[in-house]
T-cell receptor, first 111, second 112 residues
Framework: EAQVTQNPRYLITVTGKKLTVTCSQN?????MSWYRQDPGLGLRQIYY???????DKGDVPEGYKVSRKEKRNFPLILESPSPNQTSLYFC??????????FGSGTRLTVV | QKEVEQNSGPLSVPEGAIASLNCTYS??????FFWYRQYSGKSPELIMF????GDKEDGRFTAQLNKASQYVSLLIRDSQPSDSATYLC????????????FGKGTLLTVNP
Protein backbone atom coordinates (compact mmCIF):
# COMPACT_ATOMS: atom_id res chain seq x y z
CA GLU A 1 0.00 0.00 0.00
CA ALA A 2 1.33 3.43 -0.99
CA GLN A 3 1.72 5.47 2.13
CA VAL A 4 3.59 7.99 4.22
CA THR A 5 4.37 6.71 7.69
CA GLN A 6 5.06 9.03 10.60
CA ASN A 7 6.16 8.07 14.07
CA PRO A 8 5.27 8.58 16.80
CA ARG A 9 1.58 9.48 16.52
CA TYR A 10 1.56 11.16 19.91
CA LEU A 11 4.44 12.55 21.94
CA ILE A 12 4.63 14.49 25.18
CA THR A 13 8.06 15.81 26.07
CA VAL A 14 9.74 18.41 28.24
CA THR A 15 11.32 21.65 27.20
CA GLY A 16 14.85 21.23 25.90
CA LYS A 17 14.84 17.46 25.41
CA LYS A 18 15.90 16.66 21.85
CA LEU A 19 13.46 14.63 19.80
CA THR A 20 13.07 13.25 16.29
CA VAL A 21 9.85 12.61 14.40
CA THR A 22 10.37 10.10 11.63
CA CYS A 23 8.75 10.12 8.20
CA SER A 24 9.06 7.42 5.58
CA GLN A 25 7.38 6.99 2.18
CA ASN A 26 7.27 3.93 -0.08
CA UNK A 27 6.29 5.63 -3.35
CA UNK A 28 9.76 6.64 -4.55
CA UNK A 29 8.70 10.30 -4.38
CA UNK A 30 11.49 12.80 -4.80
CA UNK A 31 9.73 15.61 -2.94
CA MET A 32 9.03 15.54 0.80
CA SER A 33 7.86 18.24 3.17
CA TRP A 34 6.97 18.92 6.80
CA TYR A 35 4.01 21.01 7.90
CA ARG A 36 2.69 22.09 11.25
CA GLN A 37 -0.96 22.82 11.86
CA ASP A 38 -2.19 25.16 14.56
CA PRO A 39 -5.72 26.42 15.30
CA GLY A 40 -6.45 29.59 13.39
CA LEU A 41 -3.14 29.43 11.49
CA GLY A 42 -3.74 26.52 9.16
CA LEU A 43 -1.01 24.32 7.69
CA ARG A 44 2.37 26.00 7.44
CA GLN A 45 5.44 24.54 5.78
CA ILE A 46 8.49 23.99 7.99
CA TYR A 47 11.06 22.44 5.62
CA TYR A 48 11.03 20.66 2.32
CA UNK A 49 13.34 18.48 0.27
CA UNK A 50 13.49 18.22 -3.50
CA UNK A 51 15.65 15.10 -3.41
CA UNK A 52 18.40 13.32 -1.47
CA UNK A 53 20.73 15.79 0.22
CA UNK A 54 18.64 18.75 -1.04
CA UNK A 55 16.67 20.53 1.68
CA ASP A 56 15.42 24.07 2.15
CA LYS A 57 13.48 26.21 4.59
CA GLY A 58 9.76 26.69 4.40
CA ASP A 59 7.78 29.43 6.10
CA VAL A 60 8.42 28.54 9.76
CA PRO A 61 11.81 26.77 10.01
CA GLU A 62 13.02 28.26 13.30
CA GLY A 63 13.74 25.61 15.93
CA TYR A 64 13.68 22.70 13.48
CA LYS A 65 16.21 20.70 11.49
CA VAL A 66 15.80 18.08 8.80
CA SER A 67 17.96 15.68 6.86
CA ARG A 68 17.50 13.67 3.67
CA LYS A 69 20.13 10.97 3.49
CA GLU A 70 17.87 8.46 1.77
CA LYS A 71 15.05 9.09 -0.68
CA ARG A 72 12.42 7.40 1.45
CA ASN A 73 13.16 9.08 4.81
CA PHE A 74 12.82 12.68 5.93
CA PRO A 75 13.10 13.03 9.73
CA LEU A 76 12.19 16.22 11.58
CA ILE A 77 14.50 17.10 14.45
CA LEU A 78 13.74 19.41 17.34
CA GLU A 79 17.06 19.92 19.11
CA SER A 80 15.68 21.98 22.00
CA PRO A 81 11.88 21.86 21.94
CA SER A 82 9.91 24.72 23.43
CA PRO A 83 6.20 24.97 24.34
CA ASN A 84 5.49 27.07 21.23
CA GLN A 85 6.36 24.00 19.17
CA THR A 86 3.33 22.18 20.58
CA SER A 87 1.40 21.40 17.42
CA LEU A 88 0.08 18.80 15.00
CA TYR A 89 2.78 17.86 12.50
CA PHE A 90 2.31 16.33 9.06
CA CYS A 91 4.81 14.90 6.66
CA UNK A 92 3.90 14.83 2.96
CA UNK A 93 5.47 13.48 -0.20
CA UNK A 94 4.89 14.10 -3.88
CA UNK A 95 6.10 13.18 -7.31
CA UNK A 96 6.54 16.23 -9.51
CA UNK A 97 4.18 18.44 -7.53
CA UNK A 98 1.22 16.16 -8.01
CA UNK A 99 -0.44 13.49 -5.90
CA UNK A 100 0.61 14.85 -2.53
CA UNK A 101 0.21 12.16 0.12
CA PHE A 102 0.13 13.02 3.79
CA GLY A 103 1.14 10.97 6.80
CA SER A 104 -1.28 10.39 9.66
CA GLY A 105 0.18 13.16 11.76
CA THR A 106 2.14 13.52 14.98
CA ARG A 107 0.59 15.38 17.86
CA LEU A 108 3.43 16.89 19.88
CA THR A 109 3.05 18.47 23.29
CA VAL A 110 6.02 20.25 24.87
CA VAL A 111 5.63 21.04 28.57
CA GLN B 1 4.12 36.16 1.00
CA LYS B 2 1.90 34.27 -1.40
CA GLU B 3 -1.52 33.88 0.17
CA VAL B 4 -4.52 31.64 -0.13
CA GLU B 5 -7.74 32.94 1.39
CA GLN B 6 -10.83 31.02 2.42
CA ASN B 7 -13.92 31.93 4.38
CA SER B 8 -13.44 30.14 7.70
CA GLY B 9 -17.14 29.42 8.07
CA PRO B 10 -18.74 27.53 9.51
CA LEU B 11 -20.85 26.84 6.46
CA SER B 12 -24.00 24.94 7.30
CA VAL B 13 -26.17 23.24 4.67
CA PRO B 14 -29.03 20.74 4.89
CA GLU B 15 -28.56 17.20 3.70
CA GLY B 16 -29.09 16.93 -0.05
CA ALA B 17 -28.23 20.56 -0.76
CA ILE B 18 -25.30 21.95 -2.74
CA ALA B 19 -22.38 23.20 -0.67
CA SER B 20 -20.25 25.89 -2.28
CA LEU B 21 -16.74 26.53 -1.00
CA ASN B 22 -14.61 29.39 -2.26
CA CYS B 23 -10.92 30.25 -2.36
CA THR B 24 -8.87 33.13 -3.71
CA TYR B 25 -5.12 33.26 -4.20
CA SER B 26 -2.69 36.11 -4.53
CA UNK B 27 -0.04 34.80 -6.94
CA UNK B 28 -1.17 35.22 -10.53
CA UNK B 29 1.51 32.75 -11.64
CA UNK B 30 -0.01 29.88 -9.65
CA UNK B 31 -0.18 26.67 -11.62
CA UNK B 32 -1.91 23.93 -9.68
CA PHE B 33 -4.90 23.98 -7.37
CA PHE B 34 -6.07 21.39 -4.90
CA TRP B 35 -8.99 20.75 -2.57
CA TYR B 36 -8.40 18.64 0.51
CA ARG B 37 -10.88 17.37 3.07
CA GLN B 38 -9.75 17.09 6.67
CA TYR B 39 -11.66 15.49 9.50
CA SER B 40 -10.79 16.71 12.98
CA GLY B 41 -7.40 15.40 14.09
CA LYS B 42 -6.87 13.50 10.83
CA SER B 43 -4.60 14.09 7.88
CA PRO B 44 -5.70 16.03 4.79
CA GLU B 45 -7.21 13.86 2.08
CA LEU B 46 -7.09 14.95 -1.56
CA ILE B 47 -10.53 15.38 -3.14
CA MET B 48 -9.83 17.24 -6.37
CA PHE B 49 -7.04 18.90 -8.29
CA UNK B 50 -7.41 21.26 -11.22
CA UNK B 51 -4.85 22.90 -13.47
CA UNK B 52 -6.85 24.52 -16.29
CA UNK B 53 -9.55 27.16 -16.37
CA GLY B 54 -13.08 25.84 -16.26
CA ASP B 55 -14.84 23.04 -14.46
CA LYS B 56 -13.69 19.59 -13.46
CA GLU B 57 -16.20 17.07 -12.18
CA ASP B 58 -15.65 13.90 -10.15
CA GLY B 59 -18.76 12.26 -8.79
CA ARG B 60 -20.56 14.69 -6.48
CA PHE B 61 -17.63 17.12 -6.54
CA THR B 62 -16.96 19.89 -9.05
CA ALA B 63 -13.92 22.15 -8.94
CA GLN B 64 -14.06 25.45 -10.80
CA LEU B 65 -11.02 27.53 -11.69
CA ASN B 66 -10.92 31.10 -12.96
CA LYS B 67 -7.31 32.23 -13.28
CA ALA B 68 -8.24 35.73 -14.46
CA SER B 69 -10.13 36.30 -11.22
CA GLN B 70 -7.65 34.21 -9.18
CA TYR B 71 -10.51 32.19 -7.83
CA VAL B 72 -11.10 28.50 -7.32
CA SER B 73 -14.22 26.88 -5.90
CA LEU B 74 -15.53 23.49 -4.88
CA LEU B 75 -19.16 22.45 -5.24
CA ILE B 76 -20.48 19.44 -3.39
CA ARG B 77 -23.80 18.19 -4.74
CA ASP B 78 -26.25 16.11 -2.71
CA SER B 79 -24.33 16.90 0.48
CA GLN B 80 -24.22 14.14 3.08
CA PRO B 81 -23.57 14.32 6.83
CA SER B 82 -20.32 12.42 6.15
CA ASP B 83 -19.16 15.45 4.12
CA SER B 84 -19.00 17.44 7.37
CA ALA B 85 -15.32 18.38 7.66
CA THR B 86 -12.88 21.20 7.09
CA TYR B 87 -12.10 21.82 3.42
CA LEU B 88 -8.65 23.11 2.61
CA CYS B 89 -7.76 24.94 -0.57
CA UNK B 90 -4.11 24.59 -1.59
CA UNK B 91 -2.11 26.19 -4.37
CA UNK B 92 1.27 25.64 -5.98
CA UNK B 93 2.56 29.04 -6.99
CA UNK B 94 4.65 29.63 -10.08
CA UNK B 95 8.34 28.77 -9.62
CA UNK B 96 7.68 27.52 -6.11
CA UNK B 97 9.55 24.23 -6.10
CA UNK B 98 6.30 22.30 -5.67
CA UNK B 99 5.42 24.10 -2.45
CA UNK B 100 1.78 23.65 -1.44
CA UNK B 101 0.44 26.77 0.24
CA PHE B 102 -2.77 26.17 2.14
CA GLY B 103 -5.69 28.35 3.04
CA LYS B 104 -6.88 28.13 6.63
CA GLY B 105 -9.85 26.03 5.65
CA THR B 106 -13.64 26.25 5.69
CA LEU B 107 -15.60 24.19 8.19
CA LEU B 108 -18.61 22.58 6.53
CA THR B 109 -21.48 21.11 8.51
CA VAL B 110 -24.16 19.09 6.73
CA ASN B 111 -27.30 18.79 8.84
CA PRO B 112 -29.45 15.63 8.53
Amino acid sequence: EAQVTQNPRYLITVTGKKLTVTCSQNMNHEYMSWYRQDPGLGLRQIYYSMNVEVTDKGDVPEGYKVSRKEKRNFPLILESPSPNQTSLYFCASSSGGRNYTFGSGTRLTVV
Amino acid sequence: QKEVEQNSGPLSVPEGAIASLNCTYSDRGSQSFFWYRQYSGKSPELIMFIYSNGDKEDGRFTAQLNKASQYVSLLIRDSQPSDSATYLCAVIAGGSNYKLTFGKGTLLTVNP
